[in-house]
């Protein structure tokens, strides 16, 4: 009995074994087979992103495009646009981008043995939903960033821009609703009614509206640019190629590397035979002077001559103080703020003639650079317009100016200079750098050209000027370069620098209406010491002209020089002309958006490339340094307002330095401590130092002017306005500043581009009623008093 008991209890352990051995075994069968489902699904998505590579790399540069650039932001608020342009922007997206990466991305998965075989499961639902996605990235894309400018919006409440931005961003964020909506319910119908994708019709069609394209902007850039601005070029960028891509692709699989090898070969050559592709604009001189007005460059005692009779203070009378500008560079931004300062000094001092010296008059040089060369040879070149008592030359309102809603705005020399500043260079820029100059021809011109095409346009625009007769005419920005007055019987205009930078040495290179020499001779003494000689203004700099004279021994005959430039060397006197746009845009080369200039010189060699002035000098200083000691050698005191738009920070992060009792406190911006930080720094850190040096070498210009200015102890004759990320409104507001916020306002990231939204042109106007900028200038305004 007991050995019953037994044997029936084995059997039931091993009957209980032999279940749970089952168990066990039904267990790791299903593990395996669930990890099996799950690495075949990571598989056969891995290979549908790889087999849909192209579409895949327009989502990704459009994410680049939308999210690392905060210029999309400012592109987004555009005041001039409504529910047509956006519909216009939303079709384009569907045509250009959402439809192309759709119909590629199911055409590809179609055609790939993983889906094709798959009538079920996860691969038929891969097959199904990933074009469907793809497609609807753009849309997606587009909304998101939406979100994201209301979202910075925020701070900016009390603009009343920021209302209708608001408005204008709901309309742009329904419409793109729609037609997302309207994509989706189209191509899920198209999917599960097995409906055939848009075949070669379409693809042909696609296609050749690319090329029509490209065409278009080869032929006619100004027009493409006025017709498609802004936010409209960025699908047409983004996805308009993806048809001719896939077309090349699908041709030359066979022998695709023959093909690429043919096509470099191509590209090589066209760039190798088109080597002036990138060639500065310059001009046949004109003949020898016989009229003084005539007459190019002119040497610093002739011009303290004149700036003295215009002041009514011949030597040996005393005179006030001579001003000198010098405006920052950083594009639209630096332009826009360095007109708004310099038009309400303007504004202020010829409005009360009686209490205050035309700042004009006294207003001896403005110094540019890159941005600030766009304000500095826009300024300029207002100032010598004829008009009538000093009223501003702008005779035709510009829709893109954030004072354009106004009924009737005021007739001012602040409100003229940033109108004249305010156009769309971007949009004719990246028309170029995105569809023409990728493959050079001997019928087309850079986008550097464009961008100097497009200041000429907008300044004749606004100033009611004939801009298509601007070869013949040459007013406004169309005109030549150095032929400021130098005639003591016409009015006086004050002196122009614009710096750039050659990629040859890093030197400056300056167009300036100033000689670097024929400054104070033998004889003189300055603070105790004897010259020997005259000055060299610009020692560390080269001259436009200069370069452009330079030859090879024996190569050039040269004319007799005209009486009127005596002392010049014959080389420069015939060395050719360039037109005042084409010296602003020399100075304001910015890296990718206009490529390098290359100069050439008498014998049509070239002498240097030039880039961005900002690269050596972003403040236009060094350039004020030799003719701020000329003023000072002549008696005169020299006042330097430094016009700076680089954003103050107002977040927090900023390390504060002990200071020592030092004049200049350092605070240093907390880098980023994590890990990835870290990491990536390991790439960027030599380039962020190389770029970031800049600011280091302004500081150091800063101190060094500041010194030099500084007599007997005396600062004041250094004045720097600036741009903040939070102004502070809380001063006591005067002319500059006649309708200042309630409420604090705050803006990060100040867009740096060739373009600004309504909402930043008045956040930079509302830059005077600064606290500290309004105390700057009302310390330069009682300098300025009779």
Request: charged content about 20%; proline content about 7%.
């Amino acid at each position: 009995m007991i050995e019953q008991s037994l044997l029936s209890r084995r059997s039931d352990i091993a009957k209980d074994g032999a279940i749970l051995s089952e168990r066990r075994a039904t267990s790791d069968n299903f593990a395996t087979t669930w990890l099996s489902a799950e690495l075949t699904s990571v598989e056969l998505t891995i290979t549908a992103f790889r087999r849909c590579w192209l579409s895949l790399v327009s989502v990704v540069l459009g994410l680049s495009v939308i999210f690392a650039l905060t210029q999309i932001d400012d592109l987004l608020l555009d005041g001039a646009s409504n529910y047509w342009s956006w519909t216009t922007v939303f079709l384009f997206t569907g045509i250009f981008w959402s439809i192309p990466i759709y119909r590629e991305t199911r055409k590809t998965l179609a055609s790939s043995p993983e889906f094709a075989s798959s009538p079920s499961g996860f691969a038929s639902r891969l097959g199904f939903w990933v074009p469907i996605v793809f497609g609807a990235c753009p849309y997606l894309i587009f909304l998101v960033a939406i979100l994201r400018a209301c979202i910075r919006l925020e701070p900016t409440d009390a603009l009343p821009e920021v209302a209708e931005a608001q408005s204008t961003l709901v309309t742009a964020a329904s419409i793109a609703t729609a037609f997302l909506g309207f994509y989706f319910v189209a191509v899920i119908r198209q999917q599960r009614e097995r409906l055939d994708v848009p075949g070669r019709r379409y693809k042909r069609s696609i296609g050749l509206s690319f090329l029509v394209l490209l065409l278009v902007v080869l032929c006619f850039p100004e027009w493409f640019s006025e017709a498609f601005p802004r936010t409209m070029q960025l699908p047409l960028f983004l996805g308009a190629w993806i048809p001719t891509a896939a077309y090349l692709l699908e041709r030359t699989q066979y022998r695709r590397s023959l093909f690429v090898i043919a096509f470099a070969v191509v590209f090589a050559g066209l760039w190798g035979m088109q080597d002036r592709f990138n060639d500065v604009r310059t001009l046949e001189r004109l003949k020898p002077p016989e009229r003084s007005k005539d007459t190019r460059q002119t040497d610093i005692q002739r011009a303290i001559v004149r700036w003295r009779a215009a002041n009514g203070c011949m030597s040996p009378t005393p005179c006030s103080p001579a001003v000198l500008v010098s405006a920052e560079g950083g594009g639209s931004r630096a332009a826009f703020f360095a007109s708004t300062v310099v038009g309400e000094l303007l504004d202020a001092t010829r409005e009360n003639p009686a209490a205050y010296r035309d700042f004009a008059n006294a207003l001896f040089v403005v110094s540019g650079v890159s941005g600030g060369a766009v304000a500095a040879g826009s300024i300029r070149t207002a100032l010598v317009e004829p008009t009538s008592n000093h009223e501003p030359p702008c005779k035709n309102p510009d829709l893109l100016w954030y004072g354009a809603s106004d009924d009737r705005p005021k007739k001012t020399w602040r409100n003229c200079l940033q109108m004249l500043v305010s156009g769309d260079y971007l949009t004719p820029t990246f028309a170029g750098f995105a569809f023409r100059d990728w493959v050079p021809t001997p019928f087309h011109y850079d986008r550097s050209v464009l961008l100097e095409r497009a200041l000429e346009r907008h300044y004749a625009r606004i100033v009611g000027e004939d801009w298509s007769n601007c070869e013949q005419v040459e007013h406004g920005l169309c005109g030549r370069f150095g032929y400021a007055s130098d005639s003591a019987s016409l009015p006086w205009v004050p002196l122009l620098i614009l710096g750039s930078t050659s990629v040859e040495s890093g030197r400056p290179v300056l167009f300036t209406d100033l000689r670097r020499t024929n400054g104070s001779g033998v004889g003189k003494m300055f603070r105790g010491t004897p010259l020997f000689g005259p000055p060299d203004l610009f020692p560390d700099s080269y001259d436009i002209y200069e370069l452009l004279a330079s030859h090879r021994p024996g190569t050039v005959t040269f004319p007799p020089v005209p009486i009127t430039e005596s002392g010049v060397p014959p080389e420069i006197v015939i060395a050719p002309d360039v037109r005042i746009a084409t010296a602003i845009v020399a100075s304001a080369r910015f890296p990718l958006m206009t490529p390098s200039g290359v100069l050439r010189n008498a014998d049509g060699r070239v002498v240097t490339r030039l880039v961005d002035g900002g690269y050596y000098d972003n403040d236009g200083l060094n350039a004020l340094r030799g003719i701020i000691t000329e003023l000072q050698i002549e008696g005169i005191t020299p006042i330097v307002l430094h016009i700076s738009n680089s954003p103050v920070p107002a977040r927090p992060g900023l390390l504060q330095i002990p200071d020592s009792g030092g004049r200049y406190p350092v605070s240093i911006v907390e880098p980023p401590q994590g890990f990835w930080s870290r990491l990536w720094s390991l790439t960027t850190a030599p380039l962020l130092t190389l770029n970031n040096a800049r600011a280091g070498h302004s500081l150091r210009s800063q101190r060094d002017v500041e010194e030099q200015l500084a007599v007997s102890g005396i600062r004041e004759n250094y004045v720097r306005v600036m741009v903040k990320e939070r102004p502070d409104f809380g001063g006591q507001h005067g002319l500059s500043c006649a309708n200042p916020p309630m409420q604090p306002i705050q803006m990060t990231d100040v867009t740096l581009s060739w373009w600004l939204s309504p909402i930043l042109q008045h956040f930079l106007d509302l830059q005077l009623c600064d606290r500290q900028n309004e105390e700057a200038l009302n310390g330069l305004l009682a300098r300025l008093r009779r």
